[in-house]
């Protein structure tokens, strides 16, 4: 380990463009604020592939370059000055590159950068450039200390940081009142999620006496024998948080009205990254929880169930950012699952690829809403392919993929899981038809928003539809070239490259025949779900309001998300509200804290009344209590010296005269 | 001042130093006009000092003399203040009687 990789680097490159477009953007040029914001993400990714490409020299162990100039993994580069100690515990600024982070790193600062590309064209006639970019480099500043971190704390800090980017970049338009309301729900809601990552930290404090992520895995090690019990209360607190970050039941509710922020922020921090945040600490965390099968259970269950629950919704939302907001839940609740089934491997590969047609998803969605003029309503749209056609193209290829068509990425990652779900036991069958059911229900909903926003007539007489400038295609280009091909490398590789960082954890019992037959249900399912939405949306666009008006609940329930919000709302945000005003505000507030103010201010006013009369105003009667204290000051002293009677001292003064 | 021991006996001059300081003390407190309060105040400090010279030639002991000189200086430099507040006092009374300065009663 003699070559420095100077990890540092990667997350402080952004933290520096983040200072110099934060303080000096709004004084700078147009061009200079976005070299200064490509360049941050852009040698941020040159220093990661550089780190690939010295570690992996290492892992094929070549012959022509001997172990001198190998960098082995993990890598961990520590500050030399430790950052907390106290008593007992010591954190280190610790950056830890094992295979995990940097497949997660090349993801953020690939897909970061692409993103960033796409937003110098997007943003270009917006308000608050500057700012835009300053948060964006931001964004990737934390979320690369949260991948490297080698600590608890330091991936809180992080995990904290991309929080507050989210709220930033979520209410970039701050003038709407929707944005600012959009930012506040999506930090309060992670807060939620965010206090059961905090106590789970605690607990893991308690129980190992370090929060090191590798000192946690060798005490796990030597304890053979520990199982369950505090470690299924770290790993549900864990849960909690992840749900939080990773939008899932029953924390999902701030993901959808996230969609408020610019879209290409949707791409980079609510679809291809912020949010598998969860998915990553799980899968860093899996010594944890391959120590609780409560725990993964959990997971695997809230996974199956977010992924269904948000497809169901998907299907009735006519917002395109919302279908593929609720698209997103629903694919993390897939990761989820994966991890639920010990499939880490799987779920950290459908976390790339996701995050490679979500991404571009996003981003031709973007180009849509682009060319519309800020349209986002499906409804409005139609017949866009002939005047968008990259956009059309590239995101035909997104829509085929997340639909889990062969040989598109999301078809191979998609199978890892459900493949791994299926070999689970008899639990394991149901999340796999759950899995199925949900990728059925992809398809619909994506080919439903295929079919409405580039097929038939154009529905609005007064857009004129444009092609977005090349700053915008370009990276639509590149990721629907990695939609195609991410897949290509193939569960197997992928998990072998993994094994060493989080283990080989399914046992990839080689059946092919079982896998064959799964394979082509799950392609038969995805076709099906594209004839449904076919013949729905193309051949017979009539029928989806039939449909509804002869289902009228289920319509409504549907489209009014379950009415989720609105329960939250009712079931604790009002009875918050109406605690927090009457019970804290007018009993606890006015009542007992007020009271008590009030009580001693009128003892100090009452003893004031009384002592005020002392104040005569007379200097003779201040001079007489001076003297009388002065006197009574005298008897103490003389009674003190045992001189009473008072006579004594006289009389010795008188003897001693003579 | 070897006389002082010959021909006073000291408990004379400390009687003496205690009827002067009562008689400051009674003055302070019953007499109306701001600058005999003023004078009462001197009288007591110097029948203090005097009390301080006894003791210091008694024993020897040549820090109770020094503490005279202390004593004198604050006590001039109170004159000087105090004299000060009383002119001041006057111009805006126009009356020196203790009982009359009362402005700052409720």
């Known amino acids: ?658 | 001042m070897s006389f002082l021991q010959h021909d006073v006996p000291l408990t004379w001059y400390l009687l003496l130093s205690a009827v002067l300081f009562s008689l400051g003390v009674v003055g302070f407190l019953i007499k109306r006009n701001l600058i005999t309060v003023f004078m009462s105040i001197e009288l007591m400090l110097n029948a203090v000092n005097l009390s301080f010279v006894v003791f210091a030639y008694q024993w020897h002991e040549v820090k109770g003399q020094i503490f005279v000189f202390f004593v004198m200086v604050v006590a001039a430099a109170e004159a000087a203040v105090g004299l000060a507040i009383i002119i001041a006092v006057f111009r805006v009374r126009a009356t020196l009687a203790v009982d009359r300065i009362d402005l700052m009663k409720l």
């Not at chain 1, 002293?637 to 005269?657: E, R």
């Open chain 1, 1 to 658: 380990m003699n070559q420095s990789l100077h990890l540092w680097l990667i997350p402080l490159l952004p933290f520096a463009g983040f200072l110099l477009n934060g303080i000096l953007g709004p004084r700078m040029p147009k061009w200079l604020v976005s070299a200064i914001g490509l360049l941050a993400p852009l040698l941020s990714f040159a220093l990661v592939l550089n780190a690939y490409a010295l570690t992996s020299i290492s892992a094929a162990s070549c012959a022509g370059c001997g172990p001198a100039t190998a960098v082995v993994l993990p890598y961990v580069e520590t500050c030399p000055h430790p950052w907390l100690a106290i008593g007992s515990l010591h954190v280190d600024f610790s950056f830890v590159l094992d295979q995990l982070s940097l497949v997660m790193l090349l993801v953020v600062t690939g897909v970061g950068f692409l993103i960033h590309i796409y937003s110098v064209g997007y943003m270009a006639h917006e308000e608050g450039y500057a700012r835009y970019f300053s948060f964006l480099n931001l964004f990737l500043f934390f979320m690369t200390v949260l991948v490297l971190a080698g600590n608890f704390l330091l991936m809180f800090v992080g995990w904290e940081g991309v929080g507050l980017a989210s709220y930033l970049l979520i209410g970039f338009y701050f003038q709407r009142n929707s944005a600012a309301a959009a930012g506040k729900k999506a930090f309060i809601v992670n807060r939620i999620g965010d206090f059961g990552f905090l106590i789970g930290i605690f607990l893991i404090l308690t129980t190992f006496n370090t929060l090191t992520f590798n000192q946690i895995a060798v005490a796990l090690a030597l304890k053979t024998g520990m199982q369950g019990g505090v470690l299924t209360v770290i790993c549900l607190c864990l849960l909690l948080g992840a749900a939080g970050k990773s939008a899932q039941l029953p924390l999902y509710v701030w993901l959808p009205d996230a969609m408020e922020g610019p879209t290409p922020v949707s791409a980079l921090i609510h679809a291809a990254t912020m949010v598998t945040a969860g998915v990553y600490m799980i899968a860093r965390t899996e010594f944890l929880f391959g120590r609780s099968p409560f725990a993964l259970t959990t997971v695997a269950i809230v996974g199956a169930a977010t992924a269904l629950f948000a497809a169901t919704i998907g299907l009735a939302q006519n917002d395109i950012k919302r279908v593929l907001a609720y698209s997103t839940i629903s694919q993390l609740g897939y990761m989820f699952l994966a991890c639920g089934v010990a499939a880490y491997s799987a779920a950290i590969f459908h976390l790339v690829t996701h995050a490679f047609f979500k991404a571009l998803l996003f981003l031709a969605a973007g180009s849509v809403i682009h060319a519309m003029g800020g349209e986002q309503d499906m409804r409005k749209m139609g017949g866009l392919r002939k005047k968008l056609p990259v956009t059309f193209w590239t995101m035909t290829v997104a829509v085929f993929t997340i639909a889990g068509f062969p040989p598109l990425a999301a078809f191979f990652s998609k199978d890892a899981i459900l493949y791994a779900a299926f070999v689970q036991g008899t639990e394991g069958k149901i999340l796999w038809f759950v899995g199925l059911l949900t990728a059925m229900l992809t398809a619909i909903y994506m080919f439903r928003l295929w079919y409405m926003t580039f097929f038939g007539e154009s529905r609005t007489a007064d857009a004129h539809p444009h092609e977005s400038p090349w700053s915008m295609r370009a990276p639509l280009v590149i990721l629907a070239l990695l939609s195609i091909c991410g897949g290509w490398i193939g569960i197997e590789r992928f998990s072998a490259y993994l094994a060493p960082a989080i283990g080989l954890h399914p046992a990839v019992s080689s059946t092919p025949h079982l896998e064959l037959i799964l394979t082509i249900v799950a392609v038969l399912v995805a076709l099906e779900g594209w004839l449904i939405a076919d013949k729905y949306y193309r051949r017979k666009p009539e029928r989806p309001a039939q449909l509804a008006a002869a289902l009228p609940i289920g319509y409504k329930l549907l489209a009014n998300k379950y009415y989720v919000d609105e329960i939250y709302d009712a079931v604790l945000v009002k009875p918050l509200f109406a605690v927090s005003q009457y019970v804290l505000g007018w009993i606890v507030d006015t009542g007992i804290l007020g009271g008590i103010t009030w009580l001693l201010a009128g003892i100090a006013n009452l003893s004031g009344m009384i002592l005020q009369r002392w104040q005569s105003g007379n200097l003779r009667s201040y001079a007489a209590w001076l003297m009388a204290a002065a006197t009574v000051v005298l008897l103490f002293v003389l009674i003190a010296q045992g001189a009473i009677p008072m006579a004594g001292p006289l009389t010795h003064f008188l003897g001693s005269g003579h």
